[in-house]
């Protein structure tokens, strides 16, 4: 099992970038996917960008462009770049992460507000 915290989540005005972070109770090596799912209101949750351990990297069409995931091993994170941020984008963003055998394991959420 892994815990994962999220952190970096705020309000934004259009056009704007935040950074969320997510930390992991144990190393990034031996977690099998790692990533951010994000749920607005009235939505269901759905795929952000995800990250396969030695393997690529998968993005939602919609954030394709201005939403960046990069993993730092040596700190256990997993952290998302978003830039070019619109209201479409406000939802709660969620850290997901998997090791192999084991059950999916989800953080808390973290709000992402985009206003003017």
């Known amino acids: 099992q892994v815990q994962v915290v999220e952190s970096g989540g705020g309000l934004v005005q259009p056009g704007g970038s935040l950074r969320l972070s997510c930390a992991a109770s144990r190393s990034i090596s031996s977690i099998y996917v790692m990533g951010w799912y994000r749920q607005a209101p009235g939505k269901q949750r759905e795929l952000v960008a995800i990250i396969i351990n030695g393997g690529s990297t998968t993005y939602a069409d919609s954030v394709k462009g201005r939403f960046t995931l990069s993993r730092d091993n040596a700190k256990n994170t997993v952290d998302l770049q978003m830039n070019s941020l619109t209201l479409e984008d406000t939802a709660v963003y969620y850290c997901?992460?998997?090791?192999?055998?084991?059950?999916?394991?989800w953080g808390q959420g973290t709000q992402v507000t985009v206003s003017s």
């Open positions: 997901y992460a998997r090791i192999i055998g084991a059950p999916e394991n």
